[in-house]
């Protein structure tokens, strides 16, 4: 296997992209948006009858158009996934750059830009697929950075399009704009209360599906849901970025009201959870992954119902990477899952340390307010 150059180190080595720090606008429900871009060479066959030459005629061809990049765009790295271990493809994975379908491959490579922030699987289900990430709910500005990174790809390429339908695809279903946005949401008070259920089944009456934390076929956990455009064809590209935002909006106002209303109804019984989900995670001597993601949950919304003191938005997302089965494997080494788990509770329990300094002041305090869109900084970082 080749060397990795500076940029990939450094993804794999850090917890979270640099697109992910400071504020960002209704991140107390919102986690992140992205937009992909399904895009095909119209000379090559589809990915699923691509033969190895095929498939080494696409490399070629998209790491020279990606030197073509024009410099403001930022600087990227393409590496071939046969040039990253197993480990590093499940790293870039548990950090959302590329699916799980793609680490398992090994046949396509990934772009990358040094921030994270834009990036590319090439060689998955279509021949690129183009991904732009921002912090909190800025789908509009996540959809403007991937257009300009494939306008910029276009001047070196023709993509499979059809005036009749748009542009062609793999799958039927993103035929047409090829654009999937998604908002992934925290919503631990709609889970809480039950109304969860009637929620994700309400979407579809909209052209919206909820999925897990990683997308299609993975289960929610966290609870962290995934909430994505169904289809592509019919709808221009920013008429699907202005819907699924509406939706997304209307979720948040509707976590927020259960986070209001669990304060009124049931506020001993929160503080217990926040306070329990406190003394394990700095406390405990044995985490598994699954348990450390459903206290972090809950960590994290005694922190957003000012329970427990400010925890970050980018400091609860590092924790949530760090905990992962991957990264902390390619940190520490390769151990059982017993070593793991003991590694990955010190390592919370230091996080913790440095993170949170609760006081029974602060729970005595009682519960504080649910917060709006306008405490919250609506001017997120730029492309």
């Not at 589809?46 to 190895?52: I, V």
């Not at 950090?95 to 922030?117: M, T, Y």
């Not at 995934?226 to 509406?246: D, F």
Request: aromatic share 4%; proline share 5%; with cysteine.
């Amino acid at each position: 296997m080749g060397g990795l150059d500076a940029t990939m180190a450094a993804a794999l080595g850090r917890p979270i992209g640099l697109w992910q720090r400071g504020e960002a606008p209704s991140a107390d429900v919102a986690v992140s948006s992205r937009v992909r871009l399904a895009r095909n060479l119209a000379d090559l066959p589809f990915p699923p009858k691509m033969q190895p030459a095929d498939v080494e005629s696409l490399l070629v061809r998209i790491e020279r158009a990606v030197r073509e990049v024009p410099s403001e765009l930022g600087t990227f790295t393409f590496a071939r996934l046969g040039d990253l271990t197993p480990l590093d493809r499940q790293v870039l994975f548990e950090k959302h750059l590329i699916s799980p379908q793609h680490a398992q491959q090994g046949r396509g490579a990934v772009l990358l830009r040094g921030d994270e922030q834009l990036s590319a699987m090439v060689v998955e289900e279509d021949h690129l697929r183009l991904q732009a990430l921002f912090p909190g709910l800025q789908l509009r500005a996540a959809w403007e950075t991937a257009s300009r990174l494939d306008d910029a790809l276009e001047r070196s390429v023709d993509w499979a399009f059809s005036e009749d339908v748009g542009f062609l695809s793999t799958c039927p279903t993103n035929v047409g704009t090829a654009m999937r946005a998604s908002v992934m949401l925290h919503l631990p008070a709609l889970c809480w209360a039950g109304r969860i259920g009637p929620l994700v089944a309400g979407l579809g009456k909209v052209g919206v599906v909820a999925r897990g934390l990683y997308g299609e076929g993975s289960a929610a956990a966290g609870n962290l849901f995934q909430v994505s455009n169904q289809t592509s064809l019919g709808q221009s590209e920013p008429e699907l970025v202005e819907h699924l935002e509406a939706v997304a909006r209307e979720i948040v106002s509707r976590e927020r009201s259960a986070r209001e209303a669990l304060v009124a109804e049931r506020g001993e019984a929160v503080e217990d959870r926040v306070w329990r989900a406190y003394g394990l995670l700095s406390s405990a001597r044995l985490l598994t992954s699954g348990e450390a993601l459903q206290l972090l949950s809950d960590l994290r919304l005694g922190s957003d119902l000012h329970i427990l003191p400010p925890l970050s938005a980018d400091r609860w997302a590092e924790l949530l990477v760090l905990t992962r089965s991957g990264f902390l494997q390619r940190q520490d080494g390769e151990a059982p899952p017993g070593r793991r788990d003991a590694r990955r509770a010190e390592m919370v329990r230091h996080r913790l340390a440095a993170a949170l300094t609760p006081s029974r002041s602060g729970a005595e305090a009682g519960l504080g307010t649910v917060a709006s869109d306008a405490d919250q900084k609506e001017d997120g970082p730029g492309a």
